[in-house]
């Protein structure tokens, strides 16, 4: 069933839940906004659609490897071809952990790889590393999937062999626009509890192909 593999939480309906309410709209609901910490600890759920599947994303620093979860993965341009990652660096709730060591291994090396799977065994290896092993021992998250990897064309992160699609990317350097003004002064935004990361992709993985420019 695909039904396990849906991005909600927590694993209850809408109705009744907390703040969400029948819109005068017939068929909609709808949240008061802004909602207070307290609130959000209680139901995380953002009110509206991610536009793109859950990946795993890979990185090292050349001596530890760390394995990392993203929902909404977002491409936000296209000359360069950049793709934006967040994650949390404040507990919000239950499903809002801090990733520290993931973010230190990341901006130490510089590169990702981000991969996607077909719902079945490949992700609940994942996750189950990714919720079995805390971020201080995130070195061993790869190894204890059991799935086989391989290093990226363009970098040096891992690869899982069966994943049916990777971006390789690395952090963006500071440039200019098509105007001339400079964009990407830093390669990341803190943004309340988040910091947001982009990230030049230098090459696509589709299975059995592969593409850099």
């Given amino acids: 069933m695909l039904s396990k593999y849906l991005y909600t939480w927590p694993h209850a309906e809408l109705e009744g839940s907390g703040e969400w309410k ?59 071809y950049i793709v934006a990652l967040s994650f949390c660096t404040k507990p919000l709730s239950s499903r809002h952990y801090v990733r520290e060591e993931f973010m230190k291994i990341l901006e130490e090396g510089g590169s ?28 061993q998250r790869i190894s204890f999937t059991g799935l086989p990897t391989r290093k990226a064309q363009s970098n040096d992160s891992p690869v899982f062999t069966d994943a049916y699609m990777v971006y390789e990317a690395r952090l963006v350097k500071p440039g200019k626009d098509f105007e001339g003004e400079r ?11 988040h910091r947001i990361y982009y990230l030049e992709i230098e090459a696509i993985q589709l299975r059995g192909r592969y593409c850099t420019w």
Avoid at 183 to 193: H, K, L, M, Q, V
Wanted: aromatic residues 12%; hydrophobic residues 35%; negative net charge.
């Fill in 112 to 139: 990702v790889a981000i991969q996607y799977f077909e719902p079945g065994a490949h992700i609940d290896r994942c996750m189950e590393a990714i919720t079995s092993i805390e971020d201080n021992e995130i070195d």
């Fill in 22 to 80: 029948e819109s005068k709209h017939p068929g909609f609901l709808e949240h008061p906004m802004p909602e207070n910490e307290e609130k959000l600890a209680q139901d995380s759920r953002w009110p509206g659609f991610f536009p793109s599947a859950i990946c795993f994303v890979t990185t090292t620093d050349g001596k530890r490897t760390a394995l990392e979860k993203v929902v909404g993965a977002t491409i936000v341009n296209r000359f360069p």
């Fill in 183 to 193: 964009i990407f002064d830093e390669p990341f935004t803190d943004y309340g509890s």
